[in-house]
């Protein structure tokens, strides 16, 4: 019998283990995923800014790989946030050429179709907008 508790316990300390790292492993592909289907026709496969389109833009779109280098080896977090959701630009900063991901994922749910409210909705938009910041963290030059 406790032999038994002993090969019990152990597996569900190994699954709460590597709960986090799956957990991470998920994110990651779900921000690879939003990557590719929004940002790489800009940004690039390799998140370099030489996309298929980044030459018919006026501005030169940025090289996602140098976020921290660019930064004092800090990855701006907040910022990075802010750029992609887009909702609360600011009006001094000018016109922007990047899509406002915030309100664009906000369309996507069908919340009346699964009877969400505004709060999961937004939920749901925080969610990838955090996925797609997970994968562009991942992948920063050191």
């Given amino acids: 019998m406790i032999g038994q ?20 492993a998920q994110a990651t592909d779900i921000g690879q995923r939003e990557y590719a289907n929004g940002c790489a026709v800009c940004h690039g496969p390799g998140m370099k800014g030489d996309g298929p389109l980044a030459a018919q833009l006026k501005k ?4 996602l ?15 990075i946030y802010d750029v992609i959701d887009g909702r609360q630009a600011v009006a001094t900063h000018g016109p922007r050429e990047m899509p406002v991901w ?4 906000s369309k ?7 009877g969400f409210g505004p709060k999961e909705v937004e939920s749901l938009v925080q969610g990838r907008i ?13």
């Fill in 5 to 24: 508790f002993r090969a019990v316990s152990a597996v569900l300390a190994a699954a709460i283990l590597a709960t986090p790292a799956v957990a991470y």
């Fill in 60 to 63: 030169p779109v940025p090289d």
């Fill in 65 to 79: 790989t140098r976020i921290s280098k660019d930064n004092m080896g800090v990855f701006p977090f907040a910022r």
């Fill in 102 to 105: 915030g309100a664009q994922y």
């Fill in 108 to 114: 996507e749910v069908p919340g009346w179709y699964f």
């Fill in 130 to 142: 955090l996925a797609l910041i997970g994968y562009i963290y991942s992948v920063q030059e050191k």
